[in-house]
């Protein structure tokens, strides 16, 4: 019996983000769980430039930055993608303006043939908003996780928020500000945030783990928490504060998505919520319960909930659905949906669905398998329209 044909995966890391090296830890973790007998792996680094390189020995070099949060310097053969009539190619750009097939650093070990799919593990701006998705749709090649608008929605926490809310999942009470609005008159950040009642939470309106959060405790702390999330958007949203307890569910899955048994995180060592620096920087500055202690009609409704928020906003593939939720469980919101969670070590998504039964090698073939089924679904559908002929 022949062999069966490995698939070709190109996994997309780094990126034009502030999550760069954490797109980096991620990286490093799908890889390695990686059955080589069923997947190609073609390893594809994109610099904090934008320039995307084929990544010579990948494991290596990210083994060597992910523990120093270090960002990833351009190593390898410099690529394009482009798209081929019958398939779909990295195409290597050579300094004499030649473009051939992407090779390996030393051309011996070409690297020839298409990509069956794309694992973008990119987190934040420039992979996780639709920007990459939009261009693998253009080249017409499978890739996992959201599409381009469930990609952009998962970004952009005010239209989510909003469309959330539409849809009856609720979420905290909040204000969006643009930063040029705020320039203009700070005054009415200062009574956005007064109708809300301190604390309240200041945060980026496009950005993820944690960057960029400020706690706001009085009025005279917002000018500086508001000027430290403007450097990484020009919106912001100001939160009511929900202190309480923090659960985050997984979502899998395509036309029926199914969530995961919730987990809970206990933020420690004097942080006051769940910022970057407990997550990435201080090893004892968070744990996880997973099961998380609640009663089961209450994990039962943050499942619900989960995978109402990923419905309501057209997700495909994956997501992690994050609750703020009050001590006594009586108040449950959702806080934020991403569509390319961490694949750290320490993430919740992965060790959230192997609690669930579902460890992450296998979890890594699911995604993929749902990504395959999505681009056929796409396929399926007509691009041009003939115009009935009149009689």
Request: glycine content about 8%.
């Given at each position: 019996?022949?062999?069966?044909k490995?698939?070709?995966?190109?996994?997309?890391?780094?990126g034009?983000?502030?999550?760069?090296?954490i797109?980096?830890?991620?990286a490093?973790?799908?890889?390695?769980?990686?059955?080589?007998?069923?997947?190609?792996?073609?390893?594809?680094?994109?610099?904090?430039?934008?320039?995307?390189?084929?990544?010579?020995d990948?494991?290596k070099?990210l083994?060597e930055k992910?523990p120093?949060?270090?960002a990833?310097?351009s190593?390898?053969?410099?690529?394009?993608?482009?798209?081929?009539?019958?398939?779909?190619?990295?195409?290597?750009t050579?300094?004499?303006?030649?473009?051939?097939v992407?090779?390996?650093?030393?051309?011996?070990?070409?690297?020839?043939g298409?990509?069956?799919v794309?694992?973008?593990?990119?987190?934040?701006?420039?992979?996780?908003d639709?920007?990459?998705?939009?261009?693998?749709?253009?080249?017409?090649?499978?890739?996992?996780?959201?599409?381009?608008?469930?990609?952009?929605?998962?970004?952009?926490?005010?239209?989510?928020?909003?469309l959330?809310?539409?849809?009856?999942?609720?979420?905290?009470?909040?204000?969006?500000?643009?930063?040029?609005?705020?320039r203009?008159s700070?005054?009415?950040?200062t009574?956005?945030a007064?109708?809300l009642?301190?604390?309240v939470?200041?945060?980026?309106?496009a950005l993820g783990?944690?960057?960029?959060?400020?706690?706001v405790?009085?009025?005279?702390?917002?000018?500086a928490?508001?000027?430290?999330?403007?450097?990484?958007d020009?919106?912001?949203?100001?939160?009511?504060?929900?202190?309480?307890?923090?659960?985050?569910?997984?979502v899998?899955?395509?036309?029926?998505?199914?969530?995961s048994?919730p987990?809970?995180?206990?933020?420690?060592?004097g942080?006051?919520?769940?910022?970057?620096?407990?997550?990435?920087v201080?090893?004892?500055?968070?744990?996880?319960?997973?099961?998380?202690?609640?009663?089961?009609?209450?994990?039962?409704?943050?499942?619900?909930?989960a995978v109402?928020?990923?419905?309501?906003?057209?997700?495909?593939?994956?997501?992690?659905?994050?609750?703020?939720?009050?001590?006594?469980?009586?108040?449950?919101?959702?806080?934020?949906?991403?569509?390319?969670?961490?694949f750290t070590?320490?993430?919740?998504?992965?060790?959230?669905?192997?609690?669930?039964g579902?460890?992450?090698?296998?979890l890594?073939?699911?995604?993929i398998?749902?990504?395959?089924?999505?681009?056929?679904?796409?396929?399926?559908?007509?691009?041009?329209?003939?115009?009935?002929a009149?009689?």
């Open positions: 019996m022949a062999e069966k490995r698939l070709r995966v190109g996994v997309l890391f780094g034009r983000s502030g999550e760069h090296e797109s980096l830890r991620s490093l973790t799908v890889m390695s769980a990686m059955d080589p007998k069923r997947y190609e792996i073609v390893p594809i680094g994109i610099g904090r430039d934008g320039r995307w390189y084929l990544e010579h990948a494991l070099v083994a992910t120093h949060l270090a990833l310097t190593s390898g053969t410099q690529v394009t993608l482009l798209p081929h009539p019958d398939s779909h190619s990295l195409v290597s050579h300094s004499d303006g030649a473009r051939g992407a090779t390996t650093d030393d051309d011996r070990n070409a690297m020839r298409a990509l069956d794309v694992f973008p593990v990119l987190h934040g701006t420039y992979g996780e639709g920007t990459v998705q939009g261009l693998l749709e253009l080249a017409g090649i499978a890739y996992v996780g959201a599409g381009v608008l469930g990609s952009a929605l998962g970004m952009d926490k005010d239209a989510q928020k909003r959330l809310r539409d849809a009856g999942v609720a979420v905290v009470r909040y204000f969006s500000i643009d930063r040029a609005d705020y203009a700070s005054a009415s950040a009574r956005l007064g109708k009642g301190y604390p939470f200041v945060k980026p309106n783990s944690s960057i960029g959060i400020s706690k405790k009085r009025a005279a702390d917002l000018k928490a508001l000027e430290d999330a403007f450097q990484y020009r919106k912001a949203l100001i939160e009511a504060s929900c202190e309480g307890r923090e659960f985050e569910c997984a899998l899955g395509n036309d029926h998505p199914e969530a048994i987990g809970e995180v206990v933020v420690k060592g942080h006051e919520f769940y910022s970057y620096e407990s997550k990435y201080d090893p004892d500055g968070s744990s996880t319960k997973i099961p998380a202690e609640m009663p089961a009609a209450k994990a039962k409704t943050l499942r619900a909930m109402a928020a990923f419905k309501a906003l057209s997700i495909r593939g994956m997501a992690r659905v994050d609750f703020l939720a009050s001590r006594d469980l009586k108040e449950i919101y959702v806080n934020e949906v991403n569509t390319i969670p961490g070590a320490i993430s919740m998504y992965p060790k959230l669905w192997e609690a669930s579902l460890k992450l090698p296998a890594i073939d699911r995604l398998e749902l990504a395959l089924e999505e681009s056929r679904e796409r396929a399926s559908l007509k691009i041009t329209y003939q115009p009935k009149t009689s």
